[in-house]
């Protein structure tokens, strides 16, 4: 377990590393994203530009200019180029509703993707099956800002069921919280649901016809226990890795779309806000933070299958 | 491989080039795959439900591309065209196409704005259409090139190994480790502002080749992963060690060999890649960085229509609703070629 642990945070400090050298490199290597030509205004004159770029370390090489900017990430103190507040305070006050949408949406999609799954592969080739199979086939053919623009429209706007955008501290009124991330929670699952509803229930179809259920109905077993305990659980082993990859990946930041439309003010649309002004030190920030969840959830998923699966062992 | 042995008596390894694979790879795969071509093309006959989208795709397709046809003869104006001042007739009554607050009228059902107009007084119908041969174009192109791409880097990690393959398989697993768009809308940002020099060649900010390649680039990892699988396991098969213990190189197994068998992999994946290029453009084009108006896009349009809802919902309702359908088509008929091609997932299908 130890060594599991060391491995897993040696890939995790690569991943990371990597990721804030691209994010840099794409910055960079772009010749229209001078943030000196940015900060200086509308007209700037020679020498205010060259005041900047000294006082920001823009003159100097490319590989300075990131090991600077990688040592302010590690003591908190990076600044952002457009709006000079302090990004890590900043990514720490939206992640908060990051995580909350994050947890709420990966629940409501794996109860929901684990039901339609199971439901439509008992069913297979019956009508309950095609629909549903229609059903999920729409769902992944739907843009999510798109559904959620549309839901924050006429549940949001015109019925008022729920309040359309917007975000309420879970400290500050649980139940406004609540009402306030259904519509996200709800638009963001919908995709997921549908990916991981197919895959569940071909993997299902296909592990119904495995040697070893066969053997566990031929010892006696009930249908419901051979279902649960032989079926289900390994037809979940590849729904957990993908689970483990877009959880992460959305705890990362990587909602965008869904934060931005319902304004829920979390990371992934601070990162999209950031992009929009080329603002560097955030969207490095925000990359190696995602990146950070999704090597972590990357190793839960590994432990995870160690329990679902008891011929994979850790080391 | 029924392939004639003189083959390879008549060009020995030194005399292959690119140009002398090609042919071989022409000739080589109807006798690799005949059987299991004409297979997947009768099990994709007997799929229904896959055809029936598939041919929805070619008349959404074929809507998009007589845009024109529509724009001159039906509606009269051009995707460009605002008609902000303008009134229309409707029911015997005089209509601003824009009234003075700002609001757009909604679909008339007849040959002018027949799905209404846009703020700028822009008839919907004609930019949607317009908007289609963009996403479509946008979509196709991606796919192409993310198929290529993954191909090449597939191919070549996964028939070298070794080092060359850690290098190429990490690198995606880097891309991969980036949430795609904040990776595209990053590219995407950085792109539009200033365009793209490679080498010789200048791409201009404003130009469709912008999302085109983001979109590309992005998706090859995803591609590639399971087409070095592939790969990997192809190399041990016993034609390619039958073609190496003849003599051949690197570059002849590669064309002739693995390459040919590649291509029903390639061909599941690329229907699937179009629609998820399609749902990339679009959200692209929602946060701004895809195609530059006014040229119309779906994406951006639906964008546009989201940021004024309040103004009228059939702005952003009409374009979703178009994606939605092509997205799906394509989907549904992607889904039916991948059974046609997999019999284990048909025989699953059938249960």
Redesign the interface.
């Known amino acids: 377990m130890a060594r599991f642990a060391v491995r897993r945070i040696g890939q995790m400090l690569v991943v990371m590393f990597a990721v804030s050298v691209l994010t840099f490199l794409i910055f960079n290597v772009i010749p229209g994203g001078d943030p000196a030509l940015r900060m200086a205004g509308k007209q700037p004159d020679p020498g205010q530009l060259k005041i900047i770029r000294e006082e920001w370390g823009f003159d100097e090489p490319v590989y300075v200019q990131y090991e600077e900017t990688m040592k302010k990430v590690f003591t908190a103190d990076l600044v952002s180029y457009s709006t000079q507040q302090d990004v890590i305070q900043e990514i720490w006050r939206r992640a908060p509703r990051t995580f909350a949408l994050a947890l709420g949406a990966a629940i409501l999609w794996m109860v929901f993707s684990i039901a339609l799954g199971v439901f439509t592969a008992i069913r297979a080739g019956q009508f309950s099956d095609r629909f549903l199979t229609v059903l999920a086939l729409i769902g992944i053919s739907m843009p999510v800002f798109w559904i959620g623009a549309l839901m924050n429209y006429y549940i949001g706007f015109k019925w008022g069921i729920l309040p359309n955008g917007g975000y309420v501290p879970i400290t500050e009124d649980p139940w406004e919280w609540f009402k306030h991330l259904l519509m996200p929670w709800a638009a963001l699952s919908i995709l997921f649901i549908g990916v991981y509803s197919r895959i569940l229930r071909s993997n299902v179809l296909d592990t119904m016809n495995d040697d070893f259920v066969r053997t566990a109905r031929a010892k006696g077993l009930p249908e419901r226990q051979v279902f649960l305990k032989h079926v289900l659980r390994n037809s979940l082993i590849p729904i957990v890795t993908l689970w483990g990859l877009d959880f992460g990946a959305v705890l990362g930041g990587g909602a965008i779309l869904t934060e931005t439309v319902f304004d829920l003010q979390g990371v992934g649309q601070y990162a999209a806000e950031s992009v929009d002004q080329l603002d560097v030190p955030p969207v490095l920030a925000i990359t190696m933070f995602g990146a950070f969840f999704i090597v972590l959830l990357n190793t839960v998923v590994d432990i995870l299958y160690a329990a679902l699966d008891p011929r994979i062992r850790l080391n | 491989m029924a392939r004639d042995p003189a083959d390879f008596a008549l060009e020995g390894p030194a005399a292959i080039s690119a140009e002398a694979g090609a042919p071989a790879e022409a000739g080589g795969a109807p006798a690799a795959g005949l059987g299991p071509w004409r297979l997947a093309l009768r099990r994709l006959k007997g799929n229904k439900t896959a055809l029936a989208f598939g041919a929805l795709f070619v008349v959404l397709v074929a809507m998009c591309l007589a845009a024109p046809l529509y724009a001159d003869h039906v509606a009269h104006t051009d995707p460009y065209k605002n008609h902000l001042t303008e009134k229309i007739v409707i029911d015997g009554k005089k209509t601003n196409v824009v009234s003075l607050d700002g609001i757009p009228i909604g679909p008339t059902w007849e040959g002018k704005f027949f799905l209404g107009a846009d703020i700028n007084g822009r008839d919907t119908a004609v930019r949607l259409l317009y908007g289609g041969r963009n996403s479509l174009l946008i979509g196709v192109s991606a796919a192409l090139i993310t198929a290529f791409l993954s191909v090449i880097v597939g191919a070549i990690a996964g028939y070298f190994r070794g080092f060359t393959d850690t290098v190429l398989s990490?690198t995606l697993?880097?891309?991969w480790?980036?949430?795609v768009?904040?990776l595209g809308?990053?590219?995407g940002?950085?792109?539009t502002?200033?365009?793209l020099d490679l080498g010789p060649i200048h791409v201009s900010?404003d130009s469709k080749w912008v999302p085109i390649l983001i979109i590309a680039v992005v998706y090859v990892p995803y591609m590639a992963r399971p087409i070095r699988g592939q790969v990997l396991s192809l190399r041990e098969k016993e034609f390619v060690e039958a073609a190496r213990a003849q003599g051949a190189g690197h570059l002849r197994i590669m064309f002739s060999e693995i390459l040919p068998n590649l291509s029903s992999i390639v061909i599941v994946f690329f229907p699937l890649m179009v629609?998820n290029a399609i749902?990339l453009e679009?959200?692209l084009g929602?946060?701004?960085v895809g195609v530059q108006p006014p040229e119309p896009s779906w994406g951006t349009m639906?964008g546009d229509?989201?940021d004024r809802?309040?103004s009228g919902?059939h702005l952003?309702?009409v374009p979703?609703a178009m994606?939605?359908l092509t997205?799906?088509a394509l989907?549904?008929f992607g889904?039916g070629v991948r059974d046609a091609f997999d019999p284990?997932?048909k025989i699953?299908?059938?249960?």
């Open positions: 990490r697993d880097v891309i480790a980036f949430p768009l904040l809308v990053a590219l940002t950085a792109l502002i200033s365009g900010g629609a749902l679009a959200a929602f946060l701004g639906i229509g989201v809802i309040l919902p952003a309702i979703g994606l939605v997205v799906l989907n549904v889904d284990r997932s699953r299908l059938e249960q």
